[in-house]
């Protein structure tokens, strides 16, 4: 059960969210903030939220590429579930239990916000829609760092703790970023950097959450092979 939770629905979600944004992408009719005339979707002029609109940003029903990319962050509240079980791989050592457990928290309800982001399009529930977007990341600092040295802590390979210790970084500049210098509304320029580091920031999330799986797994042989 620890090894289906942690490992393979982790990075099912993870693989489906990156295949909807490519597939609802295609599907998006049109329109960005400044140009609502575009014709599709900018991968430097459109939020990923756009995906998720009811209506695109040129005026048009969006429901095949809404429905696609809404259902993938929805599905982020099983990762955030998957996580939950994370700390029955630390139960060896009192601390490491207590930091995974905390850890755990933060990622849960963390995912719990992506899962809010694709319930609540942008256009129908602009401020919810937002609460959940920027607080999503900023619950998956202290989750992060928690997993960081929880990782150095446990005989995982550093190499997990070093990919979450990179992950860390770019989500703890997101967040600095989106208090003290974004600004999209300001120039099509300005929409772009928001635009292209939201993107980056998606990608790096997705390649962390999915490499830590492997973590998992190899903590998990750990167990087993101390077992027999």
């Avoid at 049109?30 to 900018?42: A, D, H, T």
């Avoid at 939950?84 to 850890?103: C, H, S, T």
């Avoid at 600092?141 to 997993?147: D, F, G, K």
């Avoid at 992950?167 to 320029?189: R, W």
Wanted: hydrophobic share 45%; aromatic share 20%; net charge positive.
């Amino acid at each position: 059960m620890i090894k289906f939770w942690t490992v393979y629905l982790i990075r099912f979600v993870s693989i489906y969210f990156i295949c909807s944004v490519i597939v609802a992408s295609f599907l998006y009719p049109g329109g960005n903030i400044f140009e609502p005339e575009q014709i599709g979707y900018s991968f430097t002029k459109n939020y990923l939220s756009d995906l998720g609109g009811y209506k695109s940003r040129s005026g048009e029903i969006n429901f095949l590429s809404s429905f696609i990319f809404n259902s993938s962050m929805f599905l982020y509240i099983a990762t955030g579930i998957g996580f939950l079980f994370v700390p029955n791989l630390f139960k060896e050592n009192r601390n490491n239990y207590l930091l995974a457990v905390i850890g755990s928290i933060f990622f849960f309800i963390g995912c719990s916000f992506f899962s809010g982001v694709g319930l609540t399009p942008h256009d129908l529930y602009q401020e919810m829609h937002g609460h959940f977007a920027k607080n999503a990341f900023r619950l998956l600092v202290p989750a992060s760092i928690l997993y960081v040295i929880l990782l150095f802590r446990s005989p995982v390979n550093n190499k997990y703790t070093l990919v979450t210790l990179i992950y860390l970084f770019f989500t703890f500049g997101y967040v600095l970023y989106q208090f003290f210098i974004e600004d999209a509304l300001k120039s099509p320029k300005s929409l772009m950097e928001s635009v292209i580091i939201q993107k980056i920031i998606a990608i790096v999330s997705t390649i962390s959450i999915f490499s830590l799986t492997y973590g998992f797994e190899s903590k998990l042989h750990g167990i087993r092979n101390k077992r027999y």
